[in-house]
């Protein structure tokens, strides 16, 4: 769908008045929800002893309660009550082989039993890693292994400002890029402004400059007023969240024109895009090169502690070997041969079998299918959209409303709604993002895609027509 298109119709969703499920029938399924998820809460209750607020993981579903999981294996995975669950999270994007995928499960298992975990020095994988995402990543030379896509994008900013001795950042309000001080602010949604920087002192804002989404002129100006002083612009390619905030085709152009006009350093995060948009990251499907580029979770394909900033070797060998005058970064368990194993490994698995394509080609019949149910009922606004393997979902769309506007307040509305509409859907056996975002991969297939339109249309049918 085009960019017009989908702005269009996010502006209609939050135009129409939300569409809650009735309260007697939501009582139901709330019902079922406890009936069927009685360990879960269990476990929650007991949680709560020990781990503040009961749930450890920004991305996971509340209400009524957070559901825990027993395993997971290609499209599929169970709670700790037997529930089976389509599985449209995939640990938010880096599954795209699939869960539990043998044959890099397997390499890996090979290093814990043959080589041991770490030893805190460098192996061969970190080069075969480093080797492999310089290949697929056109603006990428080198590459520095961290640990977490928020170390990484730590890591970045850091870069940029040894290698252009300037300070300010230049972000988009919306986007995410991990919880390091000066990203956490506008967080998910343009203009909630510090509604998350609890705990981070009002300087550590002193070097940002902020600019809305497809805001050209805002844009404009501030490198006009600042040029001089910018150290980066960091963005998420196909916009905030995502993509929850899509951009305009002409965004990342302009944006990697003022950067080079002005001698600052363009940053892409690509934490959720690389290796899932396409193997060249978003770098590669809009044609525009970076000069750093940010990788998270989605290099090791899910395994534990993965996070990289890459890019032309001139900016990057300013980090060097060793300790001494250069940007000081580091990490124990950075380049541990699990994480650089599964690196390698997964990203071979994934060109040997065309993982993105396939995990393309399905989300596009999702997007399809669900976009055809919904226009059975015009009463009701609902509409997909993807980039790629990346599908957004609008029912209530609560990250849309214009929280300086006079609607502000019915964004709580929306989105308690919108969890409503997640709770059945958990109950019909599908997991997705925040009520809004669905990832796709190579294992999802026919019978994927038709329980996934079996859920919706049950969650239609529970909504009163108009
Ligand atoms: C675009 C983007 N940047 C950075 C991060 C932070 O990565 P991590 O959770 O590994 O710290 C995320 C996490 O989802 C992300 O989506």
Request: hydrophobic share 40%.
């Amino acid at each position: 769908m085009e960019y017009e298109e989908i702005v269009e119709r996010v502006k209609r969703v939050v135009e129409t008045p939300v569409r809650p499920i009735p309260e007697v029938v939501l009582q139901r399924e709330k019902e079922e929800f406890y009936r069927k998820h009685a360990r879960s809460l269990e476990l929650f209750e007991e949680a709560k002893n020990y781990i503040p607020g009961g749930v450890e993981h920004n991305l996971a579903t509340t209400k009524p309660f957070p559901l825990a999981m027993d395993r997971a294996s290609g499209y599929r995975m169970w709670d700790v009550d037997g529930n089976e669950y389509v599985d449209y999270l995939l640990c938010g994007a880096p599954i795209i082989l699939g869960h539990h995928y043998e044959p890099l499960d397997d390499e890996v298992v090979k290093v814990i039993q043959e080589k041991g975990p770490s030893t805190g020095l460098t192996s061969e994988f970190e080069i075969l890693a480093a080797r492999k995402i310089c290949e697929h990543m056109p603006s990428v030379e080198r590459v520095r292994f961290l640990q977490s896509g928020t170390e990484a994008d730590m890591a970045a900013l850091r870069i940029a400002r040894a290698w252009t001795g300037r300070d300010k950042v230049v972000k988009v309000e919306g986007s995410y890029h991990g919880w390091y001080d000066i990203y956490v602010m506008n967080l998910h949604i343009p203009g909630t402004g510090g509604l998350n920087s609890k705990g981070i002192p009002a300087i550590a804002y002193e070097h940002l400059l902020e600019v809305k989404p497809n805001d050209f002129e805002g844009l404009e100006r501030i490198f006009e007023e600042h040029g001089r002083e910018i150290a980066c612009m960091v963005l998420e390619p196909v916009g905030g969240e995502s993509g929850v905030h899509p951009v305009h085709p002409e965004w990342n152009r302009r944006c990697r024109e003022l950067c080079s006009e002005h001698g600052s350093l363009l940053i892409f995060d690509e934490v959720v895009t690389g290796f899932r948009l396409d193997m060249g990251g978003a770098q590669k499907y809009l044609g525009i090169d970076p000069d750093l580029t940010v990788l998270g979770k989605i290099i090791a394909h899910g395994y534990p502690s993965a996070g990289a900033v890459g890019g032309k070797a001139e900016i990057m060998d300013i980090c060097g070997a060793g300790m001494g005058n250069k940007p000081y970064l580091g990490g124990t368990l950075a380049a541990n041969p699990i994480t650089c194993c599964a690196c390698y490994h997964a990203i071979r698995l994934m060109e040997e079998t065309d993982a993105v394509a396939k995990a393309t080609a399905y989300a596009d019949r999702l997007v399809a299918e669900l976009n055809e149910l919904f226009s059975t009922r015009p009463d009701l606004p609902f509409f997909l959209y993807n980039f790629g393997p990346i599908i957004h979902y609008v029912t209530t769309g609560f990250f849309a409303v214009d929280i300086s506007g006079p609607q502000a307040m019915e964004i709580f509305r929306r989105k308690d709604v919108a969890e409503e509409y997640q709770m059945v859907a958990s109950n019909r056996g599908l997991n997705s993002l925040a009520g809004t975002r669905m990832y796709t991969s190579m294992q999802h297939d026919d019978d994927a895609l038709r329980r996934t339109v079996d859920a919706w249309e049950y969650i239609l049918s529970l909504i009163p027509r108009s």
